[in-house]
């Protein structure tokens, strides 16, 4: 079954502490993307990645990083830098530039930082 | 510069009645449309793409749209509502020659017994 997996879908955090969220698809896709939401604002783009080794900020970069090293893994660190960490974080993948391309999403991971 | 607005950040429909979301987009080149809906705590589901052929499309779960230029509208639509039709939508704008897809701010559909 090919798809986005995203883990874990629960994450607890104190302030002040790095957390990596990961994201791992099996789709054979080159893109890879990074949103958060919060609720009313849809979804806002922290960081994408046309190719490996490669990846651009999106909208709301600051306080976040990101690698990949791998086609098929895209993580997200979420930096003790970022203000208001506590969201819901959306990976997905495109299969690449063409203007038909659709995303498909992953299940998310809800993150609490107290 | 492209921009997405969903006319209403709320939508209430009885079950078996029409449901219609509304949305306008910007963008400078010919673009490409989709529709996404998203169940609580849940990632988003693609429902509808609009991509230069038909300018009606036709999506799963009975949902359509219709891609009208000199509105610059793409307005979701299903002729009878479903309690599983409960959700947040999302309506997507994306243009040639870049990689970012520009959501809208959702459209949350209550569906009422």
């Known amino acids: 079954d090919g798809g986005i997996t995203q883990s874990p879908k629960y994450l607890f955090r104190k302030e002040g502490q790095n957390v990596t969220l990961s994201c791992e698809q099996n789709?054979?896709?080159?893109?890879m993307y990074w949103y958060r939401q919060d609720p009313g604002q849809g979804l806002r783009l922290i960081y994408y990645?046309?190719?490996?080794?490669?990846?651009q900020k999106g909208d709301i970069a600051e306080g976040y990083s990101v690698s990949r090293e791998k086609k098929e893994s895209f993580p997200l660190t979420v930096t003790s830098a970022q203000k208001n960490p506590t969201a819901f974080y959306l990976c997905?993948?495109?299969?690449?530039?063409?203007?038909?391309?659709?995303?498909?999403f992953g299940p998310g991971t809800r993150l609490t930082v107290t | 510069a492209q921009s997405v607005t969903q006319l209403d950040s709320h939508v209430s429909v009885s079950e078996g009645t029409p449901v219609l979301l509304r949305c306008n987009y910007s963008s400078s080149y010919s673009p490409s449309l989709f529709w996404y809906v998203q169940h609580p705590n849940k990632g988003l589901q693609l429902l509808l793409k609009y991509t230069s052929a038909a300018t009606l499309v036709k999506g799963i779960n009975g949902f359509e749209a219709e891609f009208k230029k000199s509105e610059t509208s793409f307005h979701l639509t299903k002729p009878s509502a479903h309690m599983s039709d409960a959700a947040e939508y999302f309506c997507?704008?994306?243009?040639?020659?870049?990689?970012?897809?520009?959501f809208g701010t959702g459209t949350r559909l209550k569906v009422l017994a």
């Open positions: 990645s046309q190719i490996v080794n490669d990846f």
């Open positions: 789709l054979n896709h080159d893109a």
């Open positions: 997905a993948s495109s299969m690449g530039l063409a203007l038909s391309y659709e995303q498909y």
């Open positions: 997507v704008v994306r243009s040639s020659g870049t990689y970012k897809y520009i």
